[in-house]
C-alpha cells in the first residue's frame, strides 16, 4: 500500500529564504509525482508535474525532483515571499492519486 | 487551463437532511472523476472513484449507501450525503481527469451539518 509522508510538518521562514520541502513515498510503481499548493479554505492549485521519467521540473522559483528508484521528491522554493504562504501537498499517482499530510509554510515579512 | 467548478462552495444543512454536490468539468470531458474528502489541516483522503456510465469504485471504508455518487455524463459527477450528521462537516474537493495522468481539481465545497 503506496504511503506518502511530507517533512517538515510546518515550517516558518524570513522573506528572502531559499527552502525545501520534503515528500518520501514506499512504492515507486509510480506514473509521476504532483506538487500542489492550498491556501485556507480552498480547493489545489496544481503547481508541477513530474513523469516517472524524468527527473525534475521547473516554473518561476519553484523546482521540484524525483528520485523515484529511492522513492524521494523535493519542492525548492528560491527567494520565498509572504505570498507563498500556503500549504504544499505532493501527490504520487499510480491510476489514483495518493496525498501526503502536507507542508504548511509561513514566510514572515 | 482545463477548469473544473464545484456548486455549492458552501452549504449548511440540518442533521438528517441529504445534501447534493455538484462536479463539473467546463471545458473538457472527463471519463473518470474523483472525489476526496479533506479534514481541518489534514490531506486529501480519496473516497470513491466514478467512470461515467458505470458504478462509483469505494474506498475502503466509504460508506457507498451514505456517500452516493452519480456520474451520468462526462462533464457532472455528483455526490449525495444521505442523512447527514454532524460528523460528515467536512471540506470536499472533486477532480476530473482528461487524459491518463492529469487530474484537475474543483475549488471544494465547505459542508457543516448542525
Known amino acids: 500500500k503506496q504511503e506518502v509522508t511530507q517533512i517538515p510538518a510546518a515550517l516558518s521562514v524570513p522573506e528572502g529564504e531559499n527552502l525545501v520541502l520534503n515528500c518520501s513515498f514506499t512504492d515507486s510503481a509510480i506514473y509521476n509525482l504532483q506538487w500542489f499548493r492550498q491556501d485556507p479554505g480552498k480547493g489545489l492549485t496544481s503547481l508541477l508535474l513530474?513523469?516517472?521519467?524524468?527527473r525534475e521540473q521547473t516554473s518561476g522559483r519553484l523546482n521540484a525532483s524525483l528520485d523515484k528508484s529511492s522513492g524521494r521528491s523535493t519542492l525548492y522554493i528560491a527567494a520565498s515571499q509572504p505570498g507563498d504562504s500556503a500549504t504544499y501537498l505532493c501527490a504520487v499517482s499510480s491510476y489514483k492519486l495518493i496525498f501526503g499530510s502536507g507542508t504548511r509554510l509561513l514566510v514572515r515579512p | 487551463g482545463a477548469v473544473v467548478s464545484q456548486h455549492p462552495s458552501r452549504v449548511i444543512c440540518k442533521s438528517g437532511t441529504s445534501v447534493k454536490i455538484e462536479c463539473r468539468s467546463l471545458d473538457f470531458q472527463a471519463t473518470t472523476m474523483f472525489w476526496y474528502r479533506q479534514f481541518p489541516k489534514k490531506s486529501l483522503m480519496l473516497m470513491a472513484t466514478s467512470n461515467e456510465g458505470s458504478k462509483a469504485t469505494y474506498e475502503q471504508g466509504v460508506e457507498k449507501d451514505k456517500f452516493l455518487i452519480n456520474h451520468a455524463s462526462l462533464t457532472l459527477s455528483t455526490l449525495t450525503v444521505t442523512s447527514a450528521h454532524p460528523e460528515d462537516s467536512s471540506f470536499y474537493i472533486c477532480?476530473?481527469?482528461?487524459?491518463?495522468?492529469?487530474?484537475?481539481f474543483g475549488p471544494g465545497t465547505r459542508l457543516t451539518v448542525t
Open positions: 513530474i513523469q516517472s521519467s524524468q
Open positions: 477532480s476530473a481527469r482528461e487524459r491518463e495522468w492529469e487530474q484537475y
